[in-house]
């Protein structure tokens, strides 16, 4: 919880409706030749997202505004 994870959902749920990772990872694929963003867990699919992975924020800054 916290920096690692983002938490969103309605103001009278009790539980959030989606908690994922705060990761992104973006790379151009080379088979198709387009640019592929992945969020959250996503990230960690293949070899070439998990290379890329970038967190969102950095010691409480944003560092990674193409992301959000």
């Known amino acids: 919880l916290g920096s690692c994870t983002v938490r969103a ?3 009278g749920s009790t539980t959030p409706y989606l ?5 992104v990872s973006k790379y151009r694929d080379c088979k198709t ?3 592929i963003m992945l969020a ?3 990230c960690y699919v293949d070899t070439m997202s ?3 992975v970038r967190p969102l924020h950095e010691d409480g800054i944003v560092c990674n ?3 959000i």
Do not use: K, L, M, V
């Open 9 to 11: 959902g309605y103001s």
């Open 19 to 23: 908690e994922t990772e705060s990761a």
């Open 33 to 35: 030749n387009r640019t």
């Open 40 to 42: 959250g867990s996503d």
């Open 50 to 52: 998990r290379s890329n």
């Open 65 to 67: 505004y193409d992301s």
